[in-house]
């Protein structure tokens, strides 16, 4: 078995032998919503205090907002009462670190993983690669309160999601653990009456 499956079954383990939650209810008792990134330095239940059963958290590499984290918002409230939600992009993003264009040439390249330098990203793997890569939108990051601006006011201005919702803007420091709000995303994600 590989140590890391094996690690995260003992962890597992250790954590069902004092579990105590098996009766929350389905749906999310804060009534509210995170969507950000799949960074490994992120953990949303820490930075925002949540515990099961708290809050629902949509996570996809940048945090954005793609068809289908739209698709989990909706039903987040649709069907499980949401009445708030964030987008928190974070400094040091590696979605900042590479265009579609660079991401469809690795994947042209090799299915190996990439690796990277002060010039940027290199593929080093044996072909072949894929053309597969040009067809998706990898939805890259150029400018983080910027990102946060257009998925905020993608969210607000998308037919299926109700005006009374507020969709606040925040950007999560790596380095300091702090949420910094970007008020102009705040100012567009406000909920309309
Ligand atoms: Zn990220």
Redesign the pocket.
């Known amino acids: 078995m590989s140590s890391v499956l094996e690690e995260v079954l003992a962890a597992n383990a250790a954590y069902a032998a004092d579990f105590d939650k098996g009766d929350l209810p389905m749906p999310p008792g804060r009534r509210f919503a995170i969507l950000t990134?799949m960074?490994a330095r992120l953990d949303p239940a820490k930075y925002a205090g949540l515990s099961e059963g708290d809050a629902h958290v949509i996570r996809n590499?940048?945090g954005r907002a793609s068809d289908d984290a739209i698709r989990s918002l909706v039903i987040s409230y649709k069907l499980l009462g949401t009445r708030e939600w964030f987008v928190i992009h974070?400094t040091n993003?590696?979605?900042e670190t590479f265009t579609d264009e660079v991401m469809r040439g690795l994947l042209a390249s090799s299915l190996k993983t990439a690796t990277v330098d002060a010039s940027g990203w290199h593929d080093s793997g044996d072909g072949p690669g894929s053309s597969e890569g040009h067809y998706i939108d990898w939805l890259t990051i150029k400018d983080n309160a910027q990102s946060v601006v257009e998925d905020v006011t993608r969210i607000r201005t998308h037919p299926l999601v109700p005006a009374d919702i507020p969709i606040y803007g925040y950007i999560y420091d790596v380095k300091s653990g702090e949420l910094v709000e970007v008020p102009e995303a705040t100012r567009a994600g406000a909920a309309q009456s």
């Open positions: 990134c960074d590499a940048g974070h993003c590696g979605m």
